[in-house]
């Protein structure tokens, strides 16, 4: 559906579509996904609000970080992952798992075909366990990737607060606190 900024009336359809799908924060059908990714590419949200955190807020009743995540699992998946999800609640790192056996919005496993419908949530959910049993164990998470992954993220929001004008002084102190620890462990490494 296209939408724009000045058709205001064709938003509130599709706003009122997405109430209709009775969403609920934790899940989603594809449908609203496709919706959400509608409304915030072209930017249709403009009529309602000035930006797309308080669109979300506001007439999505989610954040715009959760938004954000539905849209990307629409992107990376497809329709498939909201089905399924919906039928057995499986998070994104077990749809990756066994992505391998969907096609054609089936489950296909020891020559077997399910449909990914309601009526069949009980079977789907017995063959995406007996799917994951065969799975061999997935790695232990490497902790010095997950603390890469934080200092990234902590350098992010140093650079995001410095930008927005934060106080200078007590960046600075803390900045300079933190590389204190670091020498410190630094020392220790050694």
Sequence with gaps: MKLSTNDDFALARVLGQREAFGFTAARCSAAEALLMLSIREQKAYLSRCPTWAEFCETYLHMSKAQANRI???????????????????????????????????????????????????????????????????????????????????????????????GDRVRLAAAVNDLRLKLEDLERQLA
């Design 71 to 165: 849209i990307h699992m629409l992107k990376e998946f497809g329709a498939p992952y909201f089905d399924l999800q919906q039928l057995t609640h499986i998070t994104s790192d077990g749809y990756r798992a066994i992505q391998p056996y969907i096609e054609d919005n089936q489950l296909h496993f020891d020559d077997e075909e399910v449909d990914l419908l309601p009526e069949n949530a009980v079977r789907v959910a017995a063959m995406v366990k007996k799917i994951r049993a065969e799975l061999p164990p997935s790695p232990a998470p490497d902790p010095v990737v997950a603390v890469e992954r934080r200092i990234d993220g902590m350098l992010k929001l140093l650079v995001a607060v410095t930008a927005a004008g």
